[in-house]
C-alpha cells in the first residue's frame, strides 16, 4: 500500500471546478458538461487531462447526491431534506445520465483511448462500453420514477413504531426484548411488532408491484426479455452469471441449511420448548440477559475505534477521523430510515456511517462492518480517477465482512466479562451459518419475480412460501398460526425495495471473509496487509484478482462452501466447551 492511501481524508483540490462551486440546479452544472463535449481529445494527454476534469466534476456531482441522500435518511419526516434529494432525482438525474451517455460515446470514439495503460483503464472502459449499449432515452423518465418510489420503502419503514409498557420504541429499538429470557414478554412484543407491520403489509405489497412494472419495462426497453438479465448487464457482472447463482443457491440448500437446522434444534433443547417458536430464535439459550456492550452511540464508537487500534492502527485512523468531522449518524430514533450503511464520499475522501443502534450486540457487528466499508473507503481513495474508486458489491461486502472478523478476538473492549465475550463471538460464528441460506432465499426469489414479471400478489406470496420451505425443510421452528407473518417476511429486507439483485454478493463475500479469518489464524498480520492491498486497489483488477491479492479464491462452488463450513464449524466447536 502507497503512502498515498494511507492518507486519511484528503479533500482532491479542484482543478477544473471552481473551489466555491455549489451543485444547486442545472443550470450552473450543464456550462462545465458542455465544455467537456466540446473539447476535443487530440492525443493521449489530452484525453488523461479529459478523464482527470470529467472525474473531479463527478466526484463534486456525486457527493452533492450522496448528502442529500444522507440527510433524507437521518429524518424522514423533514421535507426540506426530503424535497432535496426528490428535486436531484427529477431534475438533475435524468440529464446527467443524458450527459454521462454522451461523453462516454465522445471517449470511445477517441483513437487515443487504446493508448491508455490497460492494467488501470480496462475495468473502467469495459463498464464505459457496457453503459452505452444499455443507454435507453426512453428509460431517463422511469429511473427518476423508479428512484421516488424507492425512496417510499424508507419513509414507510422509518414511521413505524410501536408501543410497549407505555414507552414508544422503533422497531429496531424494540427488538431488543426479543432477546428477554421471559417468554412472556418477548411473545407479547413480537406480536406487537407483527401488527404494526401488518398495518402497512398491503402499501408494501402494492409498492412493489409499482416498482416490479417499471423495472421490467426499463428492461424491455434495453433489449432484455426480463429485469434480472438487464440487471446483471447493469451492474457489470462480468464475473459470473445467472446461472452460478443458482449453483450457488442449490449448494447452500445441500450444505448449509441441514447445519442450521441443526443448530436451531439444539437451541429448541437448551430452551426447553416445544414448540419452538419465532420469538424463541434470538434469546440466549441459557437464559442469560441480552448482552448490552455498550451505553450509546459514542460509547459505541469510542469503543469501535480501540478495536480497530488493536487490529491496524490505520483502521482506528479512520473511524477517528470520521468521528472528527461529525461523520458518524448510529442512534435509533423516530423518523430515521431503517437499516444501515456507509456511504463514500467521493471529493472528500472521507465517509459517513449510518445506522440504527439500539444497544444491541447486533449494532457491535453492525458497526464493525460498516467499518470495513470506511476503511476501504479511505484505502482506495488514492486511485486517480472516481472511476477507479468504485469497486463492486462482491469486493465492497469482502472489505466489511472481513472486518467482523478480524475484530471478533478484541470484543473484550465491549465485553470484560469473558463469559460474555465468548456468547457474543459464537453468536457471530452461528450468524454466518444462518445469514448464507437467507441469503440464498431473497437471491432465488428475486429471480423468479423478474423472470415472471406479471405474478399476482398471491403468487408471489405462494412462491416465497415455497422457497423458505426448501431452506427450512428440517428446522423445528412453529409458524403455526402465523403464517401471514411468514408470508410477507420479505419485506423486512430493504434490498428488494430499493437495490434489487444487490444482496448475493454478501454471500460471495461472506466466503470470502472466512477464508480471509482463516488466513489471519494461519498468518496473523500478513493477511491484514495482504486485505490493505486488495482493497487499495479500487477496482482497477478483475474482482478474482482483487480476491487473490487479498490472499483468498473467489469461488463459491459446492466443495468451496463445504470446506469453508467445516472450518466454521471446528472454530465454532471452541466456543461451545
Known sequence: ??????????????????????????????????????????????VQQWLRDRSELDSVVSEEYRWRYINMTRDTRDLETTEKLQFYYKELDPKLNTYNFKLNEKLVASP???ELDPNQYFIYLRNVRKQIELYREENLPLFKELKLKENEYASIIGNMEVVYQSKTYTLQQASKYLKNPDRNVREEVYRIVSERRHTDQQKLDDLFDELIKLRHQVALNAGFENFRDYKFASMGRFDYTP?????????????????????????KDKLGVDPLRPWDLDVDTEGKQALKPYEDGADLTNKTIEVLDSVDHYFAECLSNMKEHGYLDLDSRSGKAPGGYNMTLPETGSAFIFMNSAGSDRDVKTMVHEAGHAVHSFLS?????MYFRQYPSEVAELASMSMELFTMP???????????????????LEGILKVLPWIAIIDKFQHWIYTNPTHTQQQRKDTWLAIYREFHASDPTNWNGLEEQLAYMWHKQLHLFEVPFYYIEYGMAQLGAVAMWRQMLKHGHHAIENYKAALALGYTRPIGEIYSTAGVEFRFDKDYINELVSFLLGEYAKYES
Open 1 to 46: 500500500m502507497s503512502n498515498e492511501a494511507a492518507a486519511l481524508g484528503v479533500k482532491k483540490v479542484r482543478q477544473f471546478v471552481p473551489a466555491d462551486f455549489i451543485v444547486t440546479d442545472w443550470a450552473a452544472l450543464e456550462p462545465f458538461y458542455n465544455e467537456l463535449l466540446e473539447r476535443p481529445l487530440t492525443a493521449l494527454f489530452a
Open 112 to 114: 487515443f483511448i487504446d
Open 243 to 267: 446461472d452460478d447463482c443458482t449453483a450457488f443457491h442449490n449448494s447452500v440448500a445441500e450444505v448449509v441449511t441441514p447445519v442450521v437446522a441443526n443448530l436451531v434444534a439444539k437451541r
Open 381 to 385: 481513495h488514492h486511485q486517480e480517477l
Open 410 to 428: 478484541h470484543w473484550s473492549v465491549f465485553y470484560a466479562d469473558s463469559e460474555e465475550l465468548k456468547q457474543s463471538q459464537k453468536l457471530q
